[in-house]
Antibody, heavy 116, light 109 residues
C-alpha cells in the first residue's frame, strides 16, 4: 500500500525557516512526480508545488505561495520528499500535505504554525 | 485566490442525487483534465475522480465526473451519510500551475 508520512511541522516565528519531510513507501518513488499541497485552518486546498522525477529532469514548479521562498527537493536514495520553507509568514500557517502525482495519494499532513 | 469556482454548499437527503459544479475558463478546464477530491471532516483529502471521469480503484461507482467546455461536474448518486464532506475540483492552468476549486461542503439532511 502507498504510504506517505509527513514530518517536520511545528511552531516557528515569522521570518523563520522550517524543513518538511515526506517519507514514501509502497510505490516506485523514483518514477513518481511528487507534490505539496497546503490548507490554512478552515480554508480550502492550495497547491504549493511539485517536482518531477530525475528522468524527467527533476525540475520543480511552484505555486504562488511558494515562489521565491520555498524549495521542493527529493532524495530518491531515501524515498523522501522535502519542502524547505524560508521567510515564513503568519499566512503560511496550515496543514501541509505531500501527494503523489497530482493528488493520487495523500499523506496525513504536518501542521505548520507561524506565530510570534 | 482560486480561479475555479464551486458552489459553497450542496445538500440532499439519503438516496438523492447531488451534483457539484466547477466553473473555470479556456485557460484551465478548457484545456486540461479535471480531478476531484473528497475531504472527510478532520481527514486528509483523497482522490475521487481523475482525468475528468475516471474513478480510482475503491471509489464507489456512485461517484461520477464529467467535463464540458470550461466546466466540470461531480455527481453523487444514492447519497449516503458517509458522503458528508468537502469536495474540491482541480485542473492545470497554462502557467503550469495546478489550481484547486473553492470547495463545496456537502451536507446529508
Amino acid at each position: 500500500d502507498v504510504q506517505l508520512v509527513e514530518s517536520g511541522g511545528g511552531l516557528v516565528k515569522p521570518g523563520g525557516s522550517l524543513r518538511l519531510s515526506c517519507a514514501a513507501s509502497g510505490f516506485s518513488f523514483t518514477t513518481t512526480w511528487m507534490s505539496w499541497v497546503r490548507q490554512a485552518p478552515g480554508k480550502g486546498l492550495e497547491w504549493v508545488g511539485r517536482i518531477k522525477t530525475k528522468a524527467d529532469g527533476g525540475t520543480t514548479d511552484n505555486g504562488p505561495p511558494a515562489q521565491g521562498r520555498f524549495t521542493i527537493s527529493r532524495d530518491d536514495s531515501k524515498n523522501t520528499l522535502y519542502l524547505q520553507m524560508n521567510s515564513l509568514k503568519t499566512e503560511d500557517t496550515g496543514m501541509y500535505y505531500c501527494t503523489t502525482g497530482f493528488g493520487d495519494h495523500w499523506g496525513q499532513g504536518t501542521l505548520v504554525t507561524v506565530s510570534a | 485566490q482560486s480561479v475555479l469556482t464551486q458552489p459553497p454548499s450542496a445538500s440532499g437527503t439519503p438516496g438523492q442525487r447531488v451534483t457539484i459544479s466547477c466553473s473555470g475558463s479556456s485557460s484551465n478546464i478548457g484545456r486540461s483534465f479535471v480531478n476531484w477530491y473528497q475531504q472527510l471532516p478532520g481527514k486528509a483529502p483523497k482522490s475521487l475522480i481523475y482525468s475528468s471521469d475516471q474513478r480510482p480503484s475503491g471509489v464507489p461507482d456512485r461517484f461520477s465526473g464529467s467535463k464540458s467546455g470550461t466546466s466540470a461536474s461531480l455527481a453523487i448518486s444514492g447519497l449516503q451519510s458517509e458522503d458528508e464532506a468537502d469536495y474540491y475540483c482541480a485542473a492545470w492552468d497554462p502557467n503550469g500551475q495546478f489550481v484547486f476549486g473553492t470547495g463545496t461542503k456537502v451536507t446529508v439532511l
